[in-house]
């Protein structure tokens, strides 16, 4: 089982859609998450960072994370075709720590 | 927010060449640095890690002496692809993070080319 777990996609999905992206994680100690978003050819970009469970707004984006299901979700609301690219789940278990990326979910929104 | 530049943004080189790339921290000091490499349609493969001032870290499978990283300042580090082969082709990453904090910042990418 690898450590951190994402959909690779890709989704498509129509313009003004909710957009619900997930990752799965194995290891219990892991604390602080973060999104990130990547366009094609393009150094990912930093959307949420979260610490510990709970709910973040920004915009658009709410990421939540649920550590007792060892699961976390970033939600897109009105989808624009600007949203399409890959998005990338990352996460440790101290500030010191590397990250552990998931595989990425390849996201689509038609217009 | 917080900016890094790369740079070049793409490189091609021939085989047998030394490539360098550049990371910079624009608007905060870089205590860490991260280097990646993601080849098409993957994730990103975390290739070394280097804190200000002292020796990089590589991960196993990583040749320190083929990728050599320098972080010589909290604003600047190097990655240099030295003797260059057509299979080290790939989109370099360069990630930076500030003391006490766990979120990191990436640079643009570099897309290199050996031929």
């Known amino acids: 089982q690898k450590e951190v777990e994402q959909d690779p996609g890709p989704l498509s999905v129509p313009e003004g859609a909710i957009v619900s992206l997930n990752c799965t994680y194995s290891?219990?100690?892991?604390?602080?998450f973060m999104w990130y978003r990547q366009y094609s050819r393009k150094g990912p970009e930093l959307l949420m960072y979260t610490y510990s469970s709970g709910n973040k707004e920004d915009g658009r984006f709410t990421a939540q994370v649920d550590k007792s299901s060892k699961y976390i979700s970033l939600f897109i609301r009105d989808s624009q075709p600007s949203d399409s690219a890959t998005y990338l789940c990352a996460m440790s278990a101290t500030y010191g720590q590397n990250f552990v990326f998931g595989p990425g979910t390849r996201l689509s929104v038609l217009p | 927010g917080a900016v890094v530049s790369q740079h070049p943004s793409r490189v091609i080189c021939k085989s047998g060449t030394s490539v360098k790339i550049e990371c910079r921290s624009l608007d905060f000091q870089a205590t860490t640095m991260f280097w990646y490499r993601q080849f098409p349609k993957q994730s990103l493969m975390l290739m070394a890690t280097s804190n200000e001032g002292s020796k990089a870290t590589y991960e196993q499978g990583v040749e320190k002496d083929k990728f050599l990283i320098n972080h010589a300042s909290l604003t600047l580090s190097t990655l240099t692809v030295t003797s260059a082969h057509p299979e080290d082709s790939s989109f370099y990453i360069c990630s930076a993070r500030t003391g006490g904090r766990a979120e990191a910042f990436f640079g643009q990418g570099t897309r290199l080319t050996v031929v």
């Open positions: 290891n219990s100690a892991f604390q602080y």
